[in-house]
């Protein structure tokens, strides 16, 4: 991910329905790192204008305010892992790396050369990938508050328009073609160990809209009308993608995660929690007294 290795990347010409041109891999019994590792329940709101930001947990739909922190402005990205949080800045290449349990921050390093523009940038419980809508991609670790990073990549797919990650599997989900050809694909695979690997991918004749993933399981929330319909699935093992309609809301504009809990959030100040456990969505509720503003919320997974 940095700026020596990124510049020497070639060009990709071919936009394929897969997250990682190449072989399909047989898929991998359960991930150990997963199944040993204490989920992180911890998540942060964040403020790009001012660098004000605030950190607690939500586990079970439930939140618990623990400290107030004071950032450096202009981060645009932010990913967390099972222990640690990557905060980054697209247009200047500034970022830095902590740890994230518990409901509290501390850094631990940071960087002024990271690569600028870089469009995603998603934790899985051990890892993190940096991608660019031209194909370009880097992953690495992400765990006791360093990044550490693993592979370059030169042949992502282009143009994939979100992306989430649960403890162990990596989806990603683009739009195709014009209103008349509304078709659209997912693709997904394991990203564990700092590397990621591609399974498989699913097309679609609708839209995903944006994906939030918790340690096991993805929410899809896509604009339908005045509203969103969500879906849901399973994602574990670097598959188990089926998404099924759970329903329809008002329009949010920020849906944070933890390891079992989602949290939505209007710029107003209005927010609401739930938990997506197996697969499974249930409503917790309203919560009240929440800032206006906040710019990123991240969570762990």
């Known amino acids: 991910m940095r700026k020596s290795l ?54 079970n739909g439930r939140w618990q305010y623990k400290e107030a922190l004071h950032l450096p402005t202009g981060y645009t990205h932010a990913a967390a892992s099972r222990d640690s949080l990557v905060l980054y800045n697209t247009n200047t290449g500034a970022g830095e790396t902590g740890t994230f349990t518990n409901g509290k921050y501390t850094r631990s390093e940071t960087y002024d050369d990271f690569s600028k523009g870089w469009t995603f940038v998603e934790a ?92 096991d399981s993805l929410l899809s929330w896509a604009r339908v009308g005045g509203g969103l319909e969500f879906r849901v699935s399973k994602a574990v093992d670097g598959g188990g993608i089926a998404f099924r309609k759970i329903g329809t809301s008002g329009v949010w504009d920020k849906v944070g995660r933890t390891s079992d809990s989602l949290f939505f959030y209007k710029n107003d100040g209005t927010a609401w929690t739930s938990t997506l456990v197996n697969g499974n969505y249930t409503n917790v509720g309203t919560l009240p007294q929440v800032s206006s503003g906040w710019t990123l919320i991240e969570g762990g997974v």
């Open 124 to 215: 899985s419980g051990d890892s993190v990938i940096f991608y660019k809508n031209d194909g370009h991609g880097v992953t690495g670790t992400l765990k006791g508050g360093l990044y550490r990073e693993s592979r370059v990549y030169d042949n992502f797919s282009s143009g994939w328009g979100t992306m989430a990650a649960s403890c162990d599997t990596l989806v990603a989900a683009a739009r195709h073609g014009s209103t008349e050809f509304p078709w659209s694909n997912v693709g997904y695979g394991t990203l564990s160990g700092g590397v990621y690997t591609h399974k498989g991918s699913i097309a679609r004749d609708d839209f995903l809209g944006e994906l939030t993933a918790t340690k």
């Open 6 to 59: 990124v510049a020497a990347l070639a060009t990709i010409t071919s936009a394929t329905a897969v997250l990682l041109a190449g072989p399909l891999q047989p898929a991998n019994a359960a991930s150990p790192f997963c199944n040993q590792s204490t989920p992180n329940n911890s998540i942060l709101f964040y403020k790009s204008g001012s660098g004000e930001a605030g950190t607690g947990t939500l586990t």
